[in-house]
């Protein structure tokens, strides 16, 4: 009897396959084509050899970040020095006019008989100093009658005081400063012992 063929079941009359017979050809011959064909063929590295390239890619990183820290030291330290070069400029701007006063009060002095307008005028003199440091964050300490402090004080020596004054600062030999709320010069007093 005859069996139904279905489309890709007719034979070649040259070569005596099916269709389905011939494509799968095709795709054998394809892929054997594809195997000897050579596409790209990266040579495998060794293991020595990729922890040589990666000792020498850790290297390069190195070098490169040493020296850019290198050129940062530098401008850094360059940056210090032109900051320590200038940094009292401002302050010593703003004192020219109390050394001015200072020069007319000298001029004042050699002529003058009364010393009342001289004392007047040095104390004035004395409060344009005092107000021209506390603009730039000079702050005298208040000492006298307050806790000894050893973060503020300095005691020359100590006395005998009445208990309420033990521990407390008698008398201030010398006075302590802060700029912006850090010592820059202890106070030097007397402590009740």
Do not use: C, W
Request: charged fraction near 30%; glycine fraction near 4%; hydrophobic fraction near 40%.
């Amino acid at each position: 009897m005859f069996s139904k063929k279905k489309k890709n079941d007719i034979e070649d009359p040259i070569m005596g396959n099916t269709a389905d017979e011939q494509v799968t050809n095709v795709q054998a011959e394809e892929s054997a084509d594809a195997a000897s064909t050579p596409e790209e063929v990266i040579p495998e590295l060794s293991v020595e050899e990729k922890l040589q390239q990666e000792v020498a890619a850790l290297n390069d990183k190195y070098l490169r970040l040493f020296a850019e820290f290198d050129n940062y030291k530098r401008r850094t330290q360059k940056e210090r020095v032109e900051l320590l070069q200038t940094a009292g400029k401002d302050v010593i701007v703003s004192m020219l006019p109390v050394l001015d006063d200072f020069d007319r009060a000298n001029k004042a002095m050699q002529g003058a008989t009364d010393v009342a307008p001289i004392l007047e005028g040095l104390a004035l003199v004395h409060h344009k100093l005092k107000s021209t440091l506390n603009q730039k964050g000079l702050k005298e300490m208040e000492t006298l009658h307050t806790p000894f402090d050893t973060d503020l004080h300095e005691a020359i020596t100590n006395i005998p005081a009445p208990e309420e004054l033990k521990g407390k600062v008698m008398d201030e030999l010398e006075k302590g400063y802060t700029l912006n709320d850090k010592v820059i010069r202890f106070a030097k007093v007397v402590v009740g012992s």
